[in-house]
């Protein structure tokens, strides 16, 4: 079993930056592909990134494409999100995921869910 913990969010401006980072304990994160979600007021969660176990390979939905960035670094076992050119849309709570299988789009495809943070962008 894997712990995860978001934390980096906060409230910005549009066009600032913000850096997510999910640390986890209990379990290497080597082990598992990683997901980052949100979830908009009165939307559902949606998938934002996600990072193979070895960092060889990205994704990106359309709306964050060229903005963030997903990286991992499993000596420290933690997941980022570099998140710039923020935009009032993606104001939502943030969260982290694991998956024993393969990174998809799909929640029930993921074992491990962070509480979420934060994230409010103001125009």
């Known amino acids: 079993q894997v712990q995860l913990v978001e934390s980096g969010g906060g409230s910005v401006q549009a066009g600032g930056s913000l850096r997510l980072s999910c640390a986890a304990s209990g379990r290497t994160l080597s082990r598992y592909d990683m997901g980052w979600f949100r979830q908009a007021p009165g939307k559902e969660r949606a998938l934002v990134s996600t990072?193979?176990?070895?960092?060889?390979?990205?994704y990106y939905a359309d709306s964050v494409k060229g903005r963030f960035t997903i990286s991992r670094d499993n000596a420290k076992n933690t997941v980022y999100l570099q998140m710039n050119s923020l935009k009032p849309e993606d104001t939502a709570v943030y969260y982290c995921?694991?998956?024993?299988?393969?990174?998809?789009?799909?929640?029930?495809?993921?074992?491990?869910w962070g509480q979420g943070t934060q994230v409010t962008v103001s125009s």
């Open positions: 990072i193979t176990r070895s960092g060889g390979k990205t």
């Open positions: 995921a694991a998956t024993t299988g393969w990174a998809t789009s799909k929640e029930s495809d993921y074992d491990y």
